[in-house]
């Protein structure tokens, strides 16, 4: 559930589900060169990724 800053900041009542995302992208060397914080209404998005095995 989103924290109350969170659901005022997304306009969104405190008991509707959020996800929660923290994405780390890295250089090739393995330094992280970004981290990526997201917060976002669960109802209203669809994730989708594609990852090489």
Same mark, same amino acid.
């Given at each position: 559930?989103?924290s109350?800053?969170?659901?005022?900041?997304?306009?969104?009542?405190? #008991?509707?589900? %959020?996800?929660?995302?923290?994405? !780390?992208?890295? *250089?090739?060397? #393995?330094?992280? %060169?970004?981290?990526n914080?997201? !917060?976002l209404? *669960?109802?209203?998005?669809?994730l989708?990724y594609?990852?090489?095995?």
């Open positions: 559930m989103p109350a800053v969170e659901a005022e900041r997304l306009s969104l009542s405190l #008991g509707t589900p %959020v996800i929660q995302i923290v994405r !780390t992208a890295f *250089a090739e060397d #393995g330094r992280a %060169v970004e981290v914080a997201m !917060t209404d *669960a109802a209203s998005c669809v989708e594609d990852f090489d095995a």
